[in-house]
């Protein structure tokens, strides 16, 4: 496997607070990676680091080909849209679709699209506005919209966090599939150490001022979050 | 009606208004915005009596004070637990100051009347070019980020997640609310620029699902309500806005039954 993304000495400070310290990692092409940990060790902030929106203190990350070529597909833990939201779910997941600047979809936009919903089990859903959706068929738009770029890395914050425990298996079975179909890189934010041994590879342990790695048969079968 | 000059320049200059406030008005409302258009409305009152106190067009006073305006209220509204208070704080000001400056002025009671509550009847061709220029712009400016402006109007956090420089996009979209605000004042008058930059697109929201059909229900919503508010007025000698108003809210209030209707 080819390497995508590596950490060497990587740090966070903020006003004299270290978040993050000497994080040394790499994630590989097609692999999925759970990072997990304690709330307020820095998983948010490694994420943020990630998708390029904080810039980090100490030592550096490194994306291969390249920072530019490489997209970065992102879903955030929360979403503020209120209960009357009037897009459908084919509008809402075609709001990513950012390549062109015409202001109406092209042929080929239509048609990808139409594959990203048939791929996340959404076509029959399509036309539900996001604000009529279950928690589940929202989770799966986001999903949906964020691969609507083609990222070569999905980045899932906190995904199935609210869900029901079908629910998530569903949404993760999902990205697994996703994963085995067409090698997408994903690095699931989680507290749920079941899905993460379930559907994940191997995982990225922080803890404060340390961090343990290795793939996931070697997580600690006793191991706690909170 | 339309063999009278003024009936023409009335007519074409509220055909390219209501298509502007329309196409912004959805937007507005997809942000969250209402108030704040309404804000910028009472900003553009204060423009308009300064204008008339200086002696240079009320619409050119409108466009500086809500264009300087339009940026700092976008700032001391970012956080939406404090948007209410500033929107309050402001408006109170900018209305006083526009009593003020109308008194200053020693104008008499119909130009204030006219500021608030509109005079599209008897705008000169000058005018008329002018607010067709105006229209151009915010057309323009919104088709140039169209997809940019979509996506960060109707998901800020997905936007952001995907790297969109969305303080950018808020600012630019705020300067051109702000000329929107401006010319839709000129038919509807600053009191009401409800009338055509959001019930419109209200009445969009409940109709439609995606931003195309958003886009066309609302100009289509806005233009069906000035051409027929101007021939109402025309052969009633009424009030255009009067007309105008009651037309939207018609509408709107049907749209609002027939979602309800749907969605149960």
């Known amino acids: 496997m080819t390497e995508l993304v590596s950490a060497k000495n990587l740090g966070m400070t903020f006003s004299n607070r270290q978040v993050l310290k000497d994080l040394n990692f790499k994630i590989e092409r097609g692999s999925m990676t759970s990072l997990i940990g304690p709330n307020g060790v820095g998983k948010t902030t490694l994420v943020r680091i990630l998708i390029g929106s904080l810039q980090p203190t100490a030592g550096e990350l490194t994306f291969l080909p390249d920072k530019q070529s490489l997209n970065i597909g992102y879903v955030p833990q929360f979403r503020n849209l209120e209960a009357e939201y009037p897009l459908s779910i084919r509008s809402f997941v075609s709001l990513n679709q950012l390549t062109k600047h015409l202001p109406w979809h092209t042929k080929s936009e239509r048609q990808a699209l139409d594959n990203i919903l048939a791929q996340t089990h959404l076509t029959a859903l399509q036309k539900t506005t996001v604000g009529n959706a279950s928690g589940g068929e929202k989770q799966k738009a986001y999903l949906a919209q964020a691969l609507i770029s083609e990222p070569d890395l999905l980045i899932l914050d906190e995904s199935t966090a609210s869900l029901d425990i079908e629910t998530k298996e569903e949404v993760m079975a999902l990205v697994a599939e996703l994963n085995r179909l067409h090698g997408l890189t994903v690095i699931f934010v989680t507290h749920d150490l079941d899905l993460a041994r379930k559907y994940t590879d191997q995982y990225l342990f922080l803890k404060r001022g340390q961090y343990e790695m290795g793939p996931m048969s070697q997580l600690d079968p006793n191991l706690e979050l909170d | ?264």
């Not at chain 2, 001391?76 to 408006?91: Q, Y």
């Not at chain 2, 008194?103 to 008329?128: P, Q």
């Not at chain 2, 790297?163 to 600012?171: E, Q, R, V």
């Not at chain 2, 051109?176 to 009191?191: N, P």
């Open chain 2, 1 to 264: 009606m339309l063999t009278f000059d003024f009936m023409r320049h009335a007519f074409v200059a509220s055909t390219f208004i209501a298509i502007t406030c329309g196409l912004i008005g959805v937007f507005v409302v997809a942000r969250n915005m209402s108030f704040l258009a309404h804000t910028l409305a009472e900003i553009g009152f204060a423009g308009a009596s300064f204008g008339v106190f200086l002696g240079i067009a009320p619409l050119n006073g409108m466009l500086l004070f809500t264009m300087i305006s339009s940026i700092t209220i976008g700032q001391m509204s970012a956080k939406e637990s404090r948007r209410e208070a500033s929107i309050s704080a402001i408006s109170s000001l900018f209305v006083g100051l526009g009593i003020l400056f109308l008194s200053l002025s020693n104008r008499n009671a119909s130009y204030a009347t006219n500021i608030l509550f509109g005079s599209i009847i008897g705008i000169s061709l000058t005018d008329v070019y002018q607010l067709i220029t105006l229209s151009a712009v915010i057309v323009v400016g919104i088709l140039l980020f169209y997809r940019y402006l979509v996506f960060d109007s109707y998901d800020s956090i997905g936007a952001q997640a995907q790297g969109l420089k969305t303080n950018w996009l808020s600012i630019y979209f705020l300067i051109l609310l702000a000329i929107s605000v401006s010319i839709a004042a000129q038919i509807v008058g600053s009191l009401l620029v409800f009338i055509l930059v959001t019930l419109p697109a209200f009445i969009a929201k409940y109709l439609a699902k995606s931003v195309p059909a958003m886009l066309a229900v609302s100009v289509g919503a806005a233009l069906l309500g000035v051409w027929l508010g101007l021939w109402l007025g025309y052969i009633t000698n009424w009030p255009v806005t009067f007309f105008i108003a009651t037309l939207e809210f018609i509408f709107y209030f049907i749209a609002l039954l027939y979602h309800q209707h749907v969605s149960h």
